[in-house]
């Protein structure tokens, strides 16, 4: 459908909690997957990452997810619902803030519950990076970003500097 700009860090509207999608909305919410995709892969070919891309980041306060890793995964209200009792320290990066790193606690594994396309509900179980991936996006979802999960005041870092983190 179309590109749309990413609010970037520091844009208000990224720090409000989406509202629930309805099954009556699911044909608008048809045309903002298709923008999400768009905007992912205009993303993509930009920096060269991207895996992932919630609604409010375009400017959408819905509870929708658009994935993809290596096939298109839409996740519409995605609730984690399990979680490992492990954590792990990872380097996590954000389409809304491109040029920055920020060392977060996430957890190792867990299960997201989410309703699909076609309003069927849906489960996966996910590990390592994909679980720090969804954990990611449904922050995004509850007005969380990954700068205020930074774990100190030195776990902030320019992408450019990666190779001096740990």
Not at 8 to 37: A, I, Q
Not at 71 to 86: A, D, F
Not at 100 to 120: A, F, G
């Amino acid at each position: 459908m179309a590109v749309r700009e990413i609010l970037l860090l520091g844009n208000p509207k990224l720090y409000e909690e989406s509202k629930t999608v309805k099954r009556e909305e699911l044909d608008e919410v048809k045309s903002v997957v298709e923008d999400l995709r768009d905007t992912l892969f205009d993303f993509r070919e930009e920096y060269g990452w991207g895996r992932a891309i919630a609604a409010p980041q375009i400017g959408v306060m819905k509870c929708i997810v658009y994935m993809h890793v290596n096939e298109p995964v839409v996740l519409i209200n995605p609730v984690i619902k399990l979680r490992s009792r492990r954590k792990v320290f990872v380097w996590d990066d954000c389409l809304s803030c491109p040029d920055l790193l920020v060392k977060v606690k996430r957890y190792r594994r867990c299960k997201v519950e989410y309703r699909d396309l076609s309003w069927q509900k849906r489960s996966m179980y996910l590990e390592g990076k994909l679980a720090h991936l969804m954990q990611h996006e449904v922050d995004h979802l509850k007005g969380m970003l990954i700068v205020q999960r930074a774990i100190s005041d030195t776990s902030i870092a320019l992408r450019s500097e990666r190779a001096y983190l740990k």
